[in-house]
C-alpha cells in the first residue's frame, strides 16, 4: 500500500491524470506563497565568494536527474577535490567528514546513501556532509581541497558558485511549483544555469547488471527480475529492462529494517532482486544472495562546451 501511495505521489507531481490536475489547481494559492517566498529569497540573497572554485551540480525539481553521478563523473576528473552534500536520510545532524583523501571515515548511518555512495565510488576525493554547506567549503578549505562540488547547490543563493543544471529527458507535463507540482523553482529559473545538461542530449545513463560493486563482469538476467529501490522517480528504472520487471519501490533515501527485508527474500527468492548503486550501500549487509546491482555511469557527448568551467576554475589558481 505505501509503495502505490508513494508512485501515485510521484504521477502527480510529474505527469498528473485528470483527477490529480484538479488536485494541483485547486493547492495553486499555496504555490503562488511557495513562489514568492523562493524569488524574494533569491533577489535578496547575497553571495559570498570562499576564495575557492565551487561548482554547483542541480536541479529545479524534486527528486533525481542524475545530480550525483554527474558529479562523480566531473570530480573523478580532477586532484584535491571535494564533494559537498547535505546528507539526506541520514541519522546524524551537523557537520562530518564522511571520506578525506578516499579514507572513508564514517559509517552509512552518519553519512546517509548519497555521500556513501559517492564516498565509495571517488577514491580519491574528500566527501563532507552538512545542513550548512559555507561551513562545510571552510572545512574543504582546512584540509586543504582545491575545488568543490555542491551535489544539489542550485538553490545556495549566498554562495559564489558555477552552476550546472540538470535537465531531465521527459520534461514534466505538470509544470507548477510545489505543492501543485514537481518543480522546486519555476521553470523560468534554467536561463540562471551557467551550464544547462540535458538527458538524452548531453548526457546518457549506461546501464549494465554486475554480481556487485566490487566485479566489473557483466551479468545476464533471468526471466524473474524485481526491482527493489528507495530512490526519487524509481520508474525510470523500468526503461532498462524487460517489460515484465516487478518494481518494489520505498521512498527516497528510505533506510531499510531487518523485518521487511527477511520478507522481500523470501516472497522473491526465485527472481533476480536489482537495485541501484545508491540502494546498494544501504543493501549490502543483509546478505541476500540473489542481489544484483544495476551499475550506472555516465556518458557526456563530446559536444558539451565546458570551456566556462574551465575558466572559471582557472581564475581562482
Given at each position: 500500500?505505501?509503495q502505490?501511495?508513494?508512485?501515485?505521489?510521484?504521477?502527480?507531481?510529474?505527469?498528473?491524470n485528470?483527477?490529480?490536475?484538479?488536485?494541483?489547481?485547486?493547492?495553486?494559492?499555496?504555490?503562488?506563497?511557495?513562489m514568492?517566498?523562493?524569488?524574494?529569497?533569491r533577489?535578496?540573497?547575497?553571495?559570498?565568494?570562499?576564495?575557492i572554485?565551487?561548482?554547483?551540480?542541480?536541479?529545479?525539481?524534486?527528486?533525481?536527474?542524475?545530480?550525483?553521478?554527474?558529479?562523480?563523473?566531473?570530480?573523478?576528473?580532477?586532484?584535491?577535490?571535494?564533494?559537498?552534500?547535505?546528507?539526506?536520510?541520514?541519522?546524524?545532524?551537523?557537520?562530518?567528514?564522511?571520506?578525506?583523501?578516499?579514507?572513508?571515515?564514517?559509517?552509512?548511518?552518519?553519512?546517509?546513501?548519497?555521500?556513501?555512495l559517492?564516498?565509495?565510488?571517488?577514491s580519491?576525493?574528500?566527501?563532507?556532509?552538512?545542513?550548512?554547506?559555507?561551513?562545510a567549503?571552510?572545512?574543504?578549505k582546512?584540509?586543504?581541497?582545491?575545488?568543490?562540488?555542491?551535489?544539489?547547490?542550485?538553490?545556495?543563493y549566498?554562495?559564489k558558485?558555477?552552476?550546472?543544471?540538470?535537465?531531465?529527458?521527459?520534461?514534466?507535463?505538470?509544470?507548477?511549483c510545489?505543492?501543485?507540482?514537481?518543480y522546486?523553482?519555476p521553470?523560468?529559473?534554467?536561463?540562471?544555469?551557467?551550464?544547462?545538461?540535458?538527458?538524452?542530449?548531453?548526457?546518457?545513463?549506461?546501464?549494465?547488471?554486475?554480481?556487485n560493486?566490487?566485479?566489473?563482469?557483466?551479468?545476464?538476467?533471468?526471466?524473474k527480475?524485481?526491482?527493489?529501490?528507495a530512490?526519487?522517480?524509481p520508474?525510470?528504472?523500468?526503461?532498462?529492462?524487460?517489460?515484465?520487471?516487478?518494481?518494489?519501490?520505498?521512498?527516497?533515501?528510505?533506510?531499510?529494517?531487518?523485518?521487511?527485508?527477511?520478507?522481500?527474500?523470501?516472497?522473491?527468492?526465485?527472481?533476480?532482486?536489482?537495485?541501484?548503486?545508491?540502494d546498494?550501500?544501504?543493501?549490502?549487509n543483509?546478505?541476500?544472495?540473489?542481489?544484483?546491482l544495476?551499475?550506472?555511469?555516465i556518458?557526456?557527448?563530446?559536444?558539451?562546451?565546458?570551456?566556462?568551467?574551465?575558466?572559471?576554475?582557472?581564475?581562482?589558481?
Amino acid at each position: 500500500m505505501k509503495q502505490k501511495l508513494y508512485l501515485w505521489i510521484e504521477d502527480y507531481l510529474f505527469f498528473p491524470n485528470a483527477f490529480q490536475q484538479i488536485i494541483a489547481y485547486l493547492l495553486l494559492p499555496l504555490t503562488f506563497i511557495y513562489m514568492l517566498i523562493i524569488l524574494t529569497k533569491r533577489t535578496f540573497a547575497k553571495e559570498r565568494d570562499f576564495g575557492i572554485p565551487v561548482i554547483s551540480i542541480g536541479n529545479i525539481i524534486v527528486g533525481g536527474s542524475g545530480k550525483t553521478p554527474v558529479a562523480i563523473k566531473l570530480a573523478s576528473s580532477y586532484e584535491d577535490v571535494c564533494v559537498i552534500l547535505r546528507g539526506y536520510g541520514r541519522a546524524s545532524k551537523g557537520l562530518y567528514v564522511i571520506s578525506n583523501k578516499g579514507q572513508i571515515l564514517e559509517d552509512i548511518s552518519v553519512s546517509g546513501d548519497e555521500a556513501m555512495l559517492l564516498a565509495k565510488s571517488l577514491s580519491k576525493a574528500t566527501i563532507i556532509v552538512s545542513e550548512d554547506r559555507s561551513k562545510a567549503i571552510l572545512k574543504a578549505k582546512e584540509l586543504g581541497c582545491k575545488i568543490i562540488f555542491l551535489d544539489d547547490g542550485f538553490s545556495k543563493y549566498n554562495i559564489k558558485k558555477f552552476n550546472i543544471l540538470l535537465r531531465p529527458k521527459d520534461e514534466p507535463t505538470n509544470f507548477y511549483c510545489l505543492p501543485s507540482g514537481g518543480y522546486r523553482e519555476p521553470k523560468g529559473l534554467y536561463a540562471y544555469a551557467d551550464l544547462e545538461l540535458k538527458e538524452g542530449r548531453d548526457f546518457n545513463r549506461i546501464i549494465t547488471i554486475r554480481k556487485n560493486a566490487k566485479d566489473n563482469k557483466e551479468v545476464s538476467l533471468d526471466k524473474k527480475v524485481l526491482v527493489l529501490t528507495a530512490i526519487s522517480k524509481p520508474k525510470r528504472l523500468l526503461e532498462f529492462l524487460p517489460k515484465d520487471t516487478k518494481l518494489l519501490a520505498y521512498p527516497d533515501h528510505h533506510t531499510f529494517i531487518k523485518e521487511e527485508i527477511e520478507e522481500i527474500k523470501e516472497k522473491y527468492k526465485e527472481y533476480q532482486i536489482l537495485t541501484t548503486g545508491k540502494d546498494l550501500v544501504k543493501l549490502e549487509n543483509f546478505n541476500i544472495k540473489n542481489l544484483y546491482l544495476m551499475h550506472l555511469d555516465i556518458k557526456i557527448e563530446e559536444s558539451v562546451d565546458f570551456s566556462l568551467m574551465r575558466e572559471y576554475i582557472k581564475s581562482y589558481e
